[in-house]
């Protein structure tokens, strides 16, 4: 399993071990790390550490001061660097700053006038593109050494703000952080893109887009959601040896082995019974085809039958002709251990929902079942629901804007979660899994891919988890294992092509065998 810890437990920790090692040892440990991950970026023999241009900008706190360490390190196996102090009052950690200066880094000021010189010492400034010029004096005027560094540069490091930033990058960073972007050199995050909010993923005004994020001591849950996720490229973590057992994780992301073992797996003496029955009330007229990918999913989600209610029985039938199919109420369609409503329904669905909700089984509801659903009605409920919203879904039921709901997913999730007294799986670029006290841990799916973004592909999702389910499985995890085949199955089906939704369906036992297989 994956976590991910907010910055006030991630301070507790810190705080707890510094009290037991020497002063500074952690922000040590940051900086190893960190300066082990840039050398190998930079490239595993030892001659491109020695010779290459790496640049700093660097914030007045202490990430400011892991990167003005690692630079030290990486200025003494003969690496050329040049810290570019962001702050607007060019505050930065003195014991850092002394560090890098001693190891014959160089220090000028961001936007402003160079503020000290130092020498290159032997070897900087001879890597593959021809000797660097001596930065600080180069093209002369404001700033300009720094742009020159930033031009001439093989590995940035961001380092303006970590988990003490707040709000967007300030105005005079902008132009420094985009000249960093367009260099072509590698730009790497320490411990977060500055700009991103550690604990909630969002993106608050400008940002860094790295392309690796080397975070330190624990994941933080913004790492792991969007939009923050998407602008931290490749993660990498460094172990500070933090404390974090016995604290609730924020967020969690299931791995193989997780899911692995939550996998449904029939014994012996399983008959289609007691494998579980799932009922699927989608499709209409109209809509024949939600009421065929829904059931697909439900074929691949573990349950022993699958039973279909509703109008597309035909089109069902065609393709599968292993489903049990009634045209009547869902209560009257016979014993299931969980139901899925919602795909492709017509105007009746008001009627079946308020069936499938009476029932004292798991129901999850998607789609049109979503529309104008009153939490009483799902609170009400002995057995566990879930609900299944995309964004613009979750917004009308938490009486918000889209933009709201794509921006704080974390809260949203959580919000919902609480509102409905449900399992909520927020779909999207990072889909959330939040238990119905809106607490800890949320789960986030590791496996998407922008390939799922398909229509009818959210109707597979449905009836996998339902079967899920009906399968025996508790509603966060059948949820959550759900979401990880199914962007497995999109990613196997796409191959980095598009993809409809019944090849998603077809590439979920392949996904289902991959995962057992370890
Ligand atoms: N606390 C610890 O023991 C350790 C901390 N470490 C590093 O320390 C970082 C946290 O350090 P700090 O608490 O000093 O905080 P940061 O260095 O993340 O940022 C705080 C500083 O940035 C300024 N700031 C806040 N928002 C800003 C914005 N939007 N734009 C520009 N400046 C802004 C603040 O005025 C303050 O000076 C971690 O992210 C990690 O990189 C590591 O060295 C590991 C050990
Ligand atoms: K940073």
Redesign the pocket.
């Known amino acids: 399993m994956r976590t991910a810890y907010s910055v006030e437990t991630?301070?507790n920790a810190?705080?707890e071990?510094?009290e037991r090692l020497p002063e500074g040892a952690?922000?040590q440990?940051?900086?190893a790390g960190l300066a082990a991950a840039c050398a190998d970026l930079l490239g595993r023999a030892p001659g491109r550490v020695y010779g290459a241009r790496v640049v700093l900008l660097v914030?007045?706190?202490?990430?400011?001061?892991?990167?003005l360490?690692a630079g030290a390190r990486l200025a003494r196996r003969g690496a050329g660097v040049t810290a570019v102090l962001?702050?607007?009052r060019q505050?930065a950690?003195p014991g850092g700053l002394a560090a890098l200066m001693a190891a014959g880094g160089r220090v000028v000021t961001g936007p402003h006038e160079v503020h000290e010189v130092h020498e290159v010492h032997e070897g900087h400034g001879t890597g593959a593109d021809g000797p660097a010029a001596p930065l600080a004096h180069a093209g002369g005027g404001t700033g300009s050494a720094a742009y020159v560094a930033l031009h001439r540069a093989h590995l940035v490091m961001d380092?303006?703000?970590?988990?003490?930033?707040?709000?967007?990058?300030?105005p005079?960073?902008v132009p420094l952080v985009r000249a960093a972007e367009a260099s072509g050199a590698v730009l790497v995050a320490?411990?977060?893109p500055?700009?991103v909010d550690?604990d909630s993923g969002r993106v608050d005004?400008a940002c860094v887009r790295a392309d690796v994020t080397v975070t330190?001591?624990a994941y933080k849950p913004g790492l792991l959601i969007d939009p923050a996720k998407e602008r931290a490229g490749a993660l990498r973590f460094v172990d500070?040896g933090l404390e974090t057992a016995g604290t609730p994780a924020d967020l969690e992301a299931l791995q193989h082995a997780d899911v692995a073992a939550l996998l449904p797996v029939p014994a012996a003496e399983s008959d289609k019974y007691r494998r579980g029955v799932v009922g699927v009330v989608a499709g209409s007229a109209r809509y024949p085809g939600a009421a065929v990918l829904a059931v697909a999913g439900a074929l691949h989600g573990g349950a022993g039958a699958v039973r279909y209610v509703g109008q597309g029985g035909d089109a069902v039938l065609a393709r599968f002709p292993e489903v049990l199919v009634s045209g009547g109420a869902p209560a009257d369609a016979g014993r299931v251990q969980s139901w899925v409503i919602g795909p492709g329904l017509d105007d009746r669905v008001k009627d079946a929902r308020a069936d499938v909700l009476a029932s004292d089984v798991p129901v999850l509801l998607d789609a049109d079942a979503l529309a104008g659903l009153d939490p009483q009605e799902v609170r009400g409920r002995s057995a566990p629901t879930v609900l299944t919203p995309h964004a613009g879904e979750a917004a009308r039921l938490l009486g918000v804007e889209r933009a709201e709901v794509e921006s704080g997913r974390l809260d949203s999730v959580r919000k919902l979660a609480v509102k409905y007294g449900a399992t909520v799986l927020l779909k999207g670029s990072t889909t959330l899994v939040a238990p119905p006290d809106g607490g800890r841990p949320v789960r986030v799916n590791p496996t998407g891919t922008g390939w799922l973004a398909t229509a009818g592909s959210g109707d597979v999702l449905s009836g996998l988890v339902g079967s899920l389910l009906a399968a025996g499985l508790a509603a966060v995890d059948a949820a959550s294992v759900g979401a990880y085949l199914h962007g497995l199955a999109g990613r196997s089906a796409a191959r980095g092509a598009p993809v409809g939704a019944g090849d998603v369906a077809g590439a979920v036992a392949g996904a289902w065998r991959g995962v057992g297989r370890g």
């Not at 914030?59 to 400011?64: I, P, Q, V």
């Not at 380092?159 to 300030?170: C, E, V």
């Open positions: 991630v301070r810190e705080r071990l510094m952690l922000m440990r940051a900086a914030g007045a706190g202490d990430n400011g001061g892991d990167a360490y962001v702050d607007a505050r950690h380092a303006i703000t970590g988990i003490g930033g707040r709000g967007g990058l300030r005079e960073a320490v411990d977060l500055s700009g550690a005004g330190f001591g500070l």
